[in-house]
């Protein structure tokens, strides 16, 4: 089928076929206090280290932190997307939480195929995220993509 007979062909994002190992992607975003305040409030973490600026600048981060798994909603967005994109299927995720991330940070989303699994049509990638050079996020997802055939 072509775009001009499935129009829903347009959403689509990369086949199985079309990734290989070291196909990478990327996403960034600067987090704000109101991404912090929104987050709480959809996901009902409310833990003060994210919201009450006394409560977290007496706890070892010496000050509010964004929700780790905030910042790794960004491998997400890759994911879901860009690289695979449109039409992939999370199946499994790992993640290891390095360092804060704090309202005025720019994080970066890498995540880079590692491995192709033919069978399957799964892939695996390697998923971190940056604040500058730090390392602030280390993990790895197995994605299942859509074949061609």
């Not at 070291?22 to 959809?42: H, L, M, N, P, W």
């Amino acid at each position: 089928m072509d775009h001009a007979t499935n129009p829903l062909e347009d959403l689509h994002g990369f086949y199985f076929e079309d990734l290989s190992v070291g196909t990478t992607d990327r996403f960034a975003k600067t987090i704000s206090e109101a991404d912090i305040q929104t987050f709480a409030e959809v996901s009902g973490d409310v833990n003060p280290v994210h919201l009450n600026p006394a409560f977290a600048e007496a706890t070892m981060f010496k000050g509010c932190i964004a929700h780790g798994i905030l910042t790794a909603s960004f491998i997400s967005t890759v994911i879901g997307t860009r690289m695979p994109g449109p039409g992939c299927i999370y199946v499994a995720q790992n993640l290891k939480f390095k360092a804060p991330v704090r309202a005025g940070d720019r994080v970066e989303a890498v995540c880079t195929i590692t491995k192709r699994h033919e069978k399957k049509k799964f892939v695996e990638i390697q998923t971190q995220c940056f604040v500058g050079d730090k390392m602030v996020v280390d993990g790895h997802a197995t994605i299942m993509v859509p074949s061609r055939g």
